[in-house]
């Protein structure tokens, strides 16, 4: 038990001094960009309805449904947790900060579903958020966008021993930080994240339309 404890003090020390201003500084990125492109893509309709059929079959081809249109929340999971581990990874390219794509390609989805929704008027965008998205994305969003800053950290460290053979950085060290969060804080809200879209959000979601 003193060992677990430790590890969670340990994670807590790692976010709080490397990781949470990228976190808040990719958070504000993904909102701000989300709502720029909301109100861009409102008056270009026919982009907005070849963009959303992209991203349904991009949903349909992943097999997250079952074949009663319920979400298979296993799929879901481990969909999850494919993309968060990718954008970790991203990050051992130093240099290109790819990572920062995964914030932008997330914003412009999400933009062009409420775009869609708003256009055919099947619900209320702020209901749908509300509904929606805010009760499993608080804990997918979290764990996607705290994978996302880890990949950052990543690529800004690797930045700083390549450019300063004196960096003094513990790449070893750092990077057991990181799988500590991956393990222990990542892919238990992604498990929660999947339970709740799969079961609680379906029932919510009427309440938005």
């Known amino acids: 038990?003193?060992?677990?404890?430790?590890?969670?003090?340990?994670?807590?020390?790692?976010?709080?001094?490397?990781?949470?201003?990228?976190?808040?500084t990719l958070a504000l990125v993904f909102v701000g960009f989300s709502v720029l492109l909301y109100f861009v893509l409102l008056g270009h309709q026919e982009a907005v309805e070849a963009l959303f059929k992209a991203f349904t079959e991009a949903i349909l081809s992943k097999d997250i449904l079952n074949a009663d249109g319920s979400i298979a929340s296993g799929s879901l999971f481990f969909n999850n947790l494919k993309?968060?581990?990718?954008?970790?990874?991203?990050?051992?390219?130093?240099?290109?900060f790819l990572p920062v794509w995964v914030v932008l390609i997330n914003a412009a989805s999400l933009s062009v579903v409420f775009v869609m929704v708003k256009m055919t008027?099947?619900?209320?965008?702020?209901?749908?958020?509300?509904?929606?998205?805010?009760p499993h994305g608080i804990f997918e969003l979290t764990?996607?966008?705290?994978?996302?800053?880890?990949?950052?950290?990543?690529?800004?460290?690797?930045?700083?021993?390549?450019?300063?053979?004196?960096?003094?950085?513990?790449?070893?060290?750092?990077?057991i930080n990181v799988l500590r969060t991956y393990l222990l804080i990542i892919v238990p809200l992604l498990i929660i994240a999947a339970l709740i879209e799969s079961y609680l959000t379906p029932l919510l979601i009427n309440f938005a339309i």
């Open 1 to 24: 038990m003193n060992f677990v404890k430790e590890q969670y003090l340990q994670i807590g020390k790692f976010l709080k001094s490397k990781i949470l201003w990228i976190f808040i």
């Open 83 to 96: 993309a968060t581990t990718i954008s970790i990874l991203l990050g051992f390219m130093p240099f290109l």
């Open 121 to 134: 008027g099947a619900a209320s965008v702020g209901k749908m958020i509300v509904f929606g998205i805010l």
């Open 143 to 175: 764990a996607l966008f705290l994978g996302i800053s880890l990949g950052f950290y990543i690529c800004k460290t690797l930045c700083l021993i390549v450019c300063k053979s004196d960096s003094g950085i513990r790449l070893k060290e750092e990077l």
